[in-house]
């Protein structure tokens, strides 16, 4: 649902930026997003956009393909200009994302064509580290002439146009099929992709312009961008958690915590809220971690008291 995760994408860049500036009663990132920008942005997520049925579109379901289906006569090609994002995105060679599903390309675009195929993503676990792929598929078809969705974040070709800058490394991809030591190599193809990538953004002029500072890298999964995370921590990072970071690498002033990918379906024709379920439809996880959380416990000894005094 690349909508959603733009949307998520957006408020989460945003939001935490905001906060800093009004509290400290100045503007913290310059750099980043100028103050009208950041005013545009939120007053834009504050009002839901609507479909012809006038249902919001902060609540429709959709799919990657739904959004690029064919669209209405209203439907127009996103202009730059009334954006709420511009964001230049690196063409980075296809060992960095897509070629790590497998695609190989035809050597004439370091892109695949997602008019005619979009290279398919592991299910299981792998989907919630998946914004890397959501994020990249996003931006690469924000141009399109026929694209149903909001005109939110939109790819630009001059980075001197662009708010922010878009690193398109699927880093948790990479760790999840490419951390191990394969004989007789020394070193992971993970680790010599996090050198490759460090190599490459300081050679940069957009990187040494901002010190690396307006950069959005991906390191969703906490065991991604070990190598690469103490030289590149200037940058923005997308995160799932702070648990692994030293402070100054990743903190709440400069970066993003995205959610994980929901791995339930969302039940059809379900127009209950919160507070009018009485009973817990599904508890999914693994009980004994090496971090196992007090809330976590407290649900499992719930379940299990319920289903005992049932009996």
Known sequence: MPFFFCLTFLVLLVIPYLFFWVDSGKQVVSHVLPKEKIVSVIENLNTPSTNHEGESTLFKESTFLHQHAPADEESTQCNPGNALLKVFMYDLPPEFHFGILGWNGDGKSVWPNIRAEVPHYPGGLNLQHSIDYWLTLDLLSSRFSDRSAPCSAVRVEDSREADVVFVPFFSSLSYNRHSKVNP??????????????????????????????????????PNSMLDARMKLWPCMFILSDFGRYFPHVANVEKDIIAPYKHLIKTFVNDSFGFDNRSILLYFQGGIHRKDVSALQLTLVKSVRSMLDSNR
Do not use: C, Y
Request: avoid cysteine.
């Open 184 to 221: 007789p190599e020394t070193v992971s193809t993970n680790e010599l992709l996090q050198k490759k990538l460090v190599e490459f953004l300081t050679s940069q002029r957009e990187w040494k312009r901002s010190g690396g500072r307006d950069h959005i890298i991906m390191a969703h999964h």
